[in-house]
């Protein structure tokens, strides 16, 4: 089990992170690593790294499922990075076949901010 | 592995199941707990648990992405808690250390009601 | 571990997987499987198996919270597909218990596909 830490720059953004998951499978045994992050208002995905306009239309239609502005009732302002943590969910969960993540040709793995900038930490573990 | 009842009093509605996990892992030994509901018409998440206004604008947020009235195929009048229940996942899976799961300061695991009230099934094992 | 590949015939679907998970686990010995799919514009969720319109409906729910015409920035016309993924997520983990799946009586497991037709991977992994 390894703590990572991961600095955000805006409010909402998407950073890819799976530089820090393959590193620590390189040197792991198992099937499966486990990436969680053990906040209320960013999210874990798996989505495509090639083109990063790919996770901007995610994080842009998060904002219209979810906007920012409506009388929510929780008062500090951040109720839809909450909504959208649930939305994204707090871990992915990839297999992994020695030593290397068995992720697709176009899939990286991503913290969602919702509510940044801020430094997030993120638990990997290998199954 | 361990099954617990959740009753719950309302059509929606979370209800904050994280001491029941919170105590499973304290004389478990391992490094993840997976929590799973076996029901198609509520959903796990993870998401705030110091102020339970959080999870009621959660709650409505989901009633407003997918309406309960809407002309639905399916008959049984409650397509919107299925709908809600893939939204939300079925499980979430959680790190734990020495005994304790690795929650953030401000997070709960929640049940998400979306077809109640109901008797609920969760099933939790350590990985 | 186990890869399947499973055939999708239009552009959104939901195909039922969970015979292959349920003989994949009859002669494994463990307490989770893990169901994955390394692509980008589909997704594994657990719903209703019983009346086919309860996934009917969850894919034309993800049609309208996600529409596939907007002006999205990714050039290749399937934004809406990655969106639906980021949604549905990429894997469900589920318990089994002395060979089968401890799935509700109406739980089935489903590869969402959102970017048909095509053929997809499926990893199953025993935990």
Redesign the interface.
Known sequence: ?TEIRVKTSKRVEAVNITEHITKMVESGQG??V?I?T???TCGI????EA?P??M???I??FER??PANHP?????GN?DA??K???????????Y?KGKP???T??GIFLMEFDGPRER?V?I?L?
């Not at 929510?72 to 500090?76: C, P, S």
């Open positions: 089990m099937t499966l486990h969680y053990p906040h209320t995905t798996i989505n495509e083109d306009d790919v901007r239309d995610i842009d239609a499922i979810v929510y009732r929780h008062g500090e109720s909450h909504i943590a649930t939305l994204a969910g707090s871990s992915v969960t990839v297999p076949i068995a992720l697709g176009w899939q930490k638990i573990t199954i």
